[in-house]
């Protein structure tokens, strides 16, 4: 079984910068590709991006691209969210989600709240 806490979210102004931070327990972590999704009010979950395992290459949704940049450090069980140039439209609950098949999220986090104001 596979935890994930989510922390690092908050307020920020428009154009500021927050970084995300998920820790995960678990052994097996630095094969899981790990995901950011976020869910804002009255709308569905959307993904952000994700990191994959092996390698470590990164994809990123068309929205956020440029902006946000996901990391990952094995060694603390770690996957980051740099987020930069925030917009009020990326307020929202954060998400991070673990694949141990690479592909499926089998595993998620509680969420923390990040709210951008303009």
């Known amino acids: 079984q596979v935890q994930l806490v989510e922390s690092g979210g908050g307020l920020v102004q428009a154009g500021g910068s927050l970084r995300l931070s998920c820790a995960a327990s678990?052994?097996?972590?630095?094969?899981?590709?790990m995901g950011w999704f976020r869910q804002a009010p009255g709308k569905e979950r959307e993904f952000v991006g994700i990191i994959r395992g092996s390698g470590g290459s990164t994809s990123y949704a068309r929205s956020v691209k440029g902006r946000f940049t996901i990391s990952r450090d094995n060694a603390k069980n770690t996957v980051y969210l740099q987020m930069n140039s925030l917009k009020p439209e990326d307020t929202a609950v954060y998400y991070c989600?673990?694949?141990?098949?690479?592909?499926?999220?089998?595993?998620w986090g509680q969420g923390t709240q990040v709210t951008v104001s303009s």
């Open positions: 678990g052994r097996t972590f630095s094969r899981y590709a």
């Open positions: 989600a673990g694949a141990s098949d690479g592909t499926t999220f089998d595993y």
